[in-house]
């Protein structure tokens, strides 16, 4: 609909005669022009060009004439037709009719037309203004932002439905992150939704800032850009956005197109350039892309770190060395001969520079270190040294028992406690599980298992990792069990991730449960209900009992002939939720028990 002359400063009117008559003239015909239109009278600019055409000197007659004869109803008809058919179809055709409409604004929509109305204002007509308050209309906009991310009008209209909080309705869009107003407040938002986020929800949340900044190159730099300024800040206390650092790389090296992308931006935002003769950056993408540290590039990093910080220069950024991409494969090159035979045989030169480069990574902090620091690295070199050389190779029970107090110290230390971590996970896994197999009874739980459960508690980085060690062994078929020991080992498992949900990690763990209890015992699942719910007293957040529900309906054939101790639990906690679904449940476990036999295992 075109705009009153009034209000677009007389651009629409002929200026091809001075005469004053003449302009009204023509103002006159203008408006009669827009009356005549079909449903002129429904349009919002109807009524400046009434105000236009009697300033003009033009007949109140005629606009009624001209609006009458143009009137069609096709918005009275369309209100009928939707009241006919919601009467005879139900009101469940609204969606589908929404649907339709929306699909014929799409598909008829002039995004070049929209912009020239909207640049002459700057604003949104405010009938779109009042469709946007409903998410049906907000969906039309979404859709058409993908079709024209260009479009000035539909970039206003974004920017108006971010204003009003409908950021999390966005995240999803790849085209909100090319209006660089929109994503900065979508940008803005994930950070406050992870900021207090806890085990539970952490990965939903880091889910949609993946989904929000992992779209285009451009909102990716500027997102760890953000990242890395703010850890520059707070330096050794924002060590937990490592882990949103990381996420995001991991992201786009593993489903991005250009693999070598976040490289390149993990290089420049160190404030080095990639392909040129900087020695780090060479040697830390050279790692990244073959995931080796190869000796050369051991080397170059040890001599341009250790050089700076002998020489007393200030020392390159160090950001970089602490990458996932970069330390996991230098880890591996210095402490592997502890889980595999084929890295025994490192130079032990270049078993220093390893263990040297992680050590510095884990303790510096800024451009420069102060004698004490530089005492406190030498200190934890040497520490891993030791580690290196006392840990034992697939060890014995004996041996194992013998290196726990010095073990119990060393993990004391993130970056130790890693690397026990990862040496833990071998004694476990190695030769099939032959540890369980060898050491497992019924009476007592691994060593191992509570080695993990101790790093656990101390770095809670690490429960990822110690979650993933869990895993393996409820997931492992140890050669030679019986399906009865087999299923003690699962319970003994159970009873170790049953404390990392004490330790805020409960949506990982329940999460896992869920995807797995088609193919668990279903006395198993009881255990895992019980152990879970015996911890914790109502009332229930509704993520935590939401999915102890799904469970408890999968496993509820085995609720029902479970020990009275387990059936007491797990009726407690149905007992404790106001939802159909758990009295549904309830009501269930007082019918007719179902054949089968529950193995006598605490």
């Excluded at 920017?159 to 009003?164: E, R, S």
């Excluded at 060898?438 to 790093?455: D, G, N, Q, R």
Aim: hydrophobic content about 40%; overall charge negative.
């Amino acid at each position: 609909m075109a705009t009153p002359a009034s209000e677009s400063n007389g651009n629409n009117v002929t200026n091809t005669s001075n005469n004053a008559a003449e302009r009204r003239e023509a103002v006159q015909e203008e408006s009669k022009n827009e009356f005549s239109k079909p449903d002129a009278i429904m349009e919002p600019t109807t009524g400046g060009f009434v105000e236009q055409y009697l300033d003009a000197g033009g007949a109140p007659f005629n606009i009624m004439n001209l609006l009458t004869a143009s009137y069609e109803g096709k918005a009275a008809m369309a209100n009928m037709v939707c009241r006919d058919i919601t009467d005879v179809c139900g009101a469940g055709t609204k969606s589908a009719m929404l649907e339709a409409v929306s699909r014929l604004i799409v598909g008829s929509f002039d995004a070049q037309k929209a912009d020239e109305e909207f640049n002459k204002t700057s604003q949104l007509p405010e009938y779109v203004e009042l469709m946007l308050a409903h998410q049906a209309w907000r969906k039309v906009i979404y859709r058409l932002s993908e079709r024209y991310p260009s479009s000035t009008m539909i970039s206003a209209a974004l920017q108006y439905i971010a204003d009003q909080g409908h950021q999390a309705e966005m995240t999803s869009l790849n085209s909100a992150a090319l209006h660089t107003h929109v994503f900065y407040t979508l940008l803005v938002e994930c950070f406050e939704k992870i900021s207090p986020a806890n085990e539970e929800n952490i990965d939903a949340r880091m889910e949609e800032l993946v989904g929000t900044v992992c779209r285009h190159e451009q909102t990716y730099l500027v997102a760890q850009y953000v990242l890395r300024n703010v850890q520059d800040k707070l330096g050794i206390k924002a060590v937990g956005l490592q882990r949103i650092e990381q996420k995001l790389e991991t992201y786009m090296l593993d489903n991005y197109n250009r693999p070598l992308l976040p490289i390149h931006i993990q290089v420049l935002l160190s404030g080095m350039v990639a392909g040129g003769d900087d020695k780090i950056a060479n040697a830390v993408t050279s790692i990244i892309q073959g995931a080796y540290a190869a000796p050369g590039d051991v080397v170059a990093l040890y001599n341009t770190y250790y050089g700076a910080l002998a020489g007393g220069r200030p020392l390159p950024s160090v950001h970089i060395l602490r990458s996932e991409y970069v330390l996991k494969p230098i880890l591996e090159q210095a402490f592997g001969c502890l889980w595999s035979t084929e890295l025994q045989n490192q130079r032990p030169e270049l078993v220093g520079k390893l263990i040297w480069l992680m050590a510095f990574a884990s303790l510096c902090t800024g451009e420069s270190m102060d004698d004490k620091e530089k005492e406190q690295l030498q200190e934890l070199v040497s520490q891993m040294k030791k580690m290196r050389e006392e840990l034992p190779f697939h060890p014995i029970q004996t041996h194992l028992y013998r290196a726990i107090p010095k073990v119990l110290e060393w993990i004391s230390v993130p970056v130790l406690a890693r690397v026990v971590l990862l040496w833990i996970q071998d004694v476990i896994t190695f030769d099939s599980f032959t540890y369980y197999n060898m050491y497992f009874h019924s009476s007592e739980v691994p060593v191992p298992l509570l080695l993990l459960e101790e790093i656990a508690y101390r770095h809670p980085l690490l429960k990822p990792l110690v979650f993933a060690a869990y895993k393996g062994s409820f997931e492992s078929r140890v050669p030679g069990f019986p399906p009865e020991k087999q299923l003690r080992l699962q319970k003994v498992v159970i009873n170790r991730m049953a404390v990392l949900v004490q330790l805020d990690y409960a949506g990982p763990v329940l999460d896992y449960f869920g995807s797995v209890m088609d193919s668990v015992d279903k006395t198993v699942m009881v255990y895992f209900l019980y152990r879970t719910l015996v911890q914790f007293e109502g009332p229930y957040p509704a993520q935590f009992y939401t999915l102890m529900l799904e469970i408890t309906e999968h496993a509820l054939d085995g609720v029902k002939v479970a020990k009275e101790k387990e059936k007491e639990c797990i009726s407690g906690f149905l007992g404790a939720i106001d939802s159909e679904k758990a009295r549904s449940l309830l009501a269930a476990l007082s019918t007719e028990s179902t054949s089968v036999t529950p193995l006598a295992v605490d």
